[in-house]
């Protein structure tokens, strides 16, 4: 099998999970989903039979590892609110995101750092960035 190049401009590579722009020194989570000519359910269903601490979890955890991946704060806003969007596309309870989203930024605030988020304020402004989303 032929190797096929699949990045259009040599600046720019999308591996595994990860995004990648040389010249601007960025990292962002990379989704080929979001490539595919049709849409792609990815996250449970608030419906669905599984535990609810499963479904928000996993919201939990997707914010956890965007911001492991990114190294700009508003490419991780974005994806975050991708992510939060998708949430509430599928009827997720509003109190319980908030809920995940809260403990995220209380558990992962030094993660946040890398962002220049140091001050409390900073950081509460970024949970009241998220917040507004729901």
Known sequence: MPLERTNIDPAICNYLDLHIKLREKRISVYDKTQDFPFNVI???SPLSN????VIYGILYSQLIRTARICNHLDDFVNKAA???MSYRKRNAERTKMALRIARFVSNYSSLLTKFGLYAKKDIYDLLNQLFALL
Do not use: T
């Open 82 to 84: 991708f992510i939060i």
């Open 50 to 53: 599984l535990h609810s601490n």
């Open 42 to 44: 990815k996250y449970v």
